[in-house]
């Protein structure tokens, strides 16, 4: 048997949570009457809570006090979390579940590498979390993405080196973190965005099988090449 690592992003890979930021900061900045726009989340992704505040109040022209400023900031991770506490398994993406199944069938160990620090506390919502052999998130690394970090401690974490890897992602930061790791960079979502990764999919639906098959015995220059 071929053994390959599976190296899964979550947000926007396994599951989309991207929409509860959207709600949770929404609130926040109607709040304080400033308008929020699902055009300005997108601003906001991949950014740090803190400088995603100061966009908002910049957005707004409004000035709080550092008081206010840190009670806002608390206030949003709050609404965040009572939006995730209401998920469940059928939030997670199409595609998703039959990729697990054939990778656990396989006996193919299998690593969540994700910069959410609710990763586990979301997997046990969507019940995934006895589908990872090694969860590597927030909580493990000081390093974001694009350094590879990440991957290279849930490489490690399953006993896989970083050159027989595959990642799962769909930003742009961490398909340049897989590559600066030699691993095989799968990106899910946009082609013309994700124009780094090894070879693209616009979903899990697209993943046949035979994709998968073909995965555990090739390199990453040679699936480069096909």
Known sequence: MNRKGFIF???????????????AWKKLANSIGID??????????????????????????????????NRLMAEKNENYLSYIAKMDDSEILPGVMKTLEFLIKDKQPIALGSASKNSIEILNKVH????????????????????????????????????????????VAGIQAANKANMISIGIGNQTILNE??????????????????????TKSELKKK
């Open 9 to 23: 992003d979550l947000d926007g890979v396994i599951v989309d949570t991207a929409k509860y930021h959207f709600l």
């Open 36 to 69: 929020f726009t699902e055009h300005q989340n997108e601003q906001l992704k991949g950014v740090s809570r803190i400088e995603s505040l100061k966009k908002i109040l910049n957005w707004g022209n409004v000035t709080l006090s550092e008081t206010d400023f």
């Open 128 to 171: 995934l979390f006895k589908h990872f052999d090694a969860i590597i998130d927030g909580n493990s690394v000081t390093k974001a993405k694009p350094d590879p970090e990440v991957f290279l401690k849930a490489a490690a974490a399953i006993n896989c080196s970083p050159e027989t890897c595959i990642v799962f992602e769909d930003s």
């Open 197 to 218: 990764a090894d070879i693209i999919f616009k979903d899990f639906t697209e993943i046949s099988t035979d994709f998968l098959q073909n995965l555990l015995s090739v």
